[in-house]
C-alpha cells in the first residue's frame, strides 16, 4: 500500500497561517492525483483541495478559496497545502491522499490515505 505522511500541523490563532506537506514513501506523487481531506469531530470528511499530476489543474472547496493553496514539489516528492487566514471553522484533522482518477474533492477517488494531521486554529 502506498505510504503518505503528513507534517506541519498545529495551533495557530484565527488569521494566522499554517503550511502542511504530505510526503511519499516507495512511490512518486507526480504519478497521482493528490488531495487533501479534512475532519472535524462528529463531521463528515471533507474534501479541501486537489491537484492534478501536471500540477496545473487545482480544486478547492469553496469554504477555503483565496485562502488554500496547494502545490507540487516533485523535486522534494512532497505537496503542501498552505493554509492562510485561518479561521477556527478550520479546525480538523487533515489528511493527504493519493489516487490514480480525476482531480475532485470525492472520497472515492483516493486509494491512499495519509495518517492525518491536527490542525487547530484558537485564540
Known amino acids: 500500500q502506498l505510504q503518505l505522511v503528513e507534517s506541519g500541523g498545529g495551533l495557530v490563532q484565527p488569521g494566522g497561517s499554517l503550511r502542511l506537506s504530505c510526503a511519499a514513501s516507495g512511490f512518486t506523487l507526480r504519478d497521482y492525483v493528490i488531495a487533501w481531506f479534512r475532519q472535524a469531530p462528529g463531521k463528515e470528511r471533507e474534501g479541501v483541495s486537489c491537484?492534478?499530476?501536471?500540477?496545473?489543474?487545482?480544486k478547492y472547496a469553496d469554504s477555503v478559496k483565496g485562502r488554500f493553496t496547494i502545490s507540487r514539489d516533485n523535486a522534494k516528492n512532497t505537496v503542501a497545502l498552505q493554509m492562510n487566514v485561518l479561521k477556527p471553522e478550520d479546525t480538523a484533522v487533515y489528511y493527504c491522499?493519493?489516487?490514480?482518477?480525476?482531480?475532485?474533492?470525492?472520497?472515492?477517488?483516493?486509494?491512499?490515505w495519509g495518517q492525518g494531521i491536527q490542525v487547530t486554529v484558537s485564540s
Open positions: 491522499a493519493a489516487g490514480r482518477g480525476v482531480c475532485d474533492l470525492g472520497k472515492n477517488e483516493y486509494d491512499s
Open positions: 491537484i492534478s499530476r501536471s500540477g496545473l489543474f487545482t
